[in-house]
């Protein structure tokens, strides 16, 4: 099956410093990547859908400003959480489906970030 | 609002007996339906998705679920439980009102399989 690959898996960081989280397709394109958020023993929350080539589509009650997404290739979006608190501490998860597909998405191993 | 319910925070489970986790969905039109299971810091491994066809679809690791379109129920099953099942289920909808192209998850159930 498709392979989606996250970078880093643990995290740690001060308060007011930035987190880049990488979310990479190792064996197909993805034209659209997801990002979640997960709260401990909560569901998955959506945060934004990342477009290869274009701005990023966030849901409602997410701060385009703090969570920055890129998606500059067919293999790789990014989430950078800048000017970091405690609050942002959560475990953050990609998932991409193979471009040109519907169905199952697959999903990366996850990122623990804990912010200090 | 469209909405996926799992009513069960746990299900316990002797290992070699049957098992059902339990999902309702709100959802105008024909969602696509998915299984998911997540182990403890890991991320979600697909087990099973319905979107048309046979209402009774088999995934993987010996996992089932029933589609009954008049219960809007997608429940989640198997014949004999495994201890080395014991993880966090969710259940998700895709609908067409995004474009087949969000999941909407359910708050999970945590299936714990006992010797």
């Known amino acids: 099956g498709a392979v989606v690959s996250q970078h880093p898996s643990w995290v740690i960081c001060k308060s007011g410093t930035s987190v880049k989280i990488e979310c990479r397709s190792l064996?197909?394109?993805?034209?659209?990547m997801f990002w979640y958020r997960q709260f401990p023993k909560q569901s998955l929350m959506l945060m934004a859908t990342?477009?290869?080539?274009?701005?990023?589509?966030?849901e409602q009650g997410v701060e385009k400003d703090k969570f920055l997404i890129n998606h500059a290739s067919l293999t790789l979006s990014t989430l950078t959480v800048t000017s970091a608190h405690p609050e942002d501490s959560s475990f953050y998860i990609c998932s991409a489906r193979v471009t040109g597909t519907t169905g199952e998405l697959f999903f990366g191993e996850g990122s623990r970030l804990t912010v200090l | 609002a469209q909405s996926v319910a799992q009513p069960e925070d746990q299900v316990n489970v002797a290992e070699g007996n049957p098992l059902t986790v339990k999902c309702t969905y709100s959802v105008s039109g024909n969602p696509y339906l998915f299984w998911y299971v997540q182990y403890p810091n890991r991320g979600l491994q697909f087990l099973l998705k319905y979107i048309t066809g046979d209402n009774l679809v088999k995934g993987s690791y010996g996992f089932e679920a029933e589609f009954n379109k008049s219960q809007t129920s997608f429940h989640l099953k198997k014949p004999s439980a495994l201890v080395s099942d014991s993880a966090l289920y969710f259940c998700a909808v895709s609908p067409l009102s995004g474009g087949y192209n969000k999941l909407i998850f359910g708050a999970g159930t945590r299936l714990a399989v006992h010797p």
């Open positions: 064996d197909f394109q993805a034209t659209t």
């Open positions: 990342s477009n290869e080539g274009s701005k990023a589509t966030y």
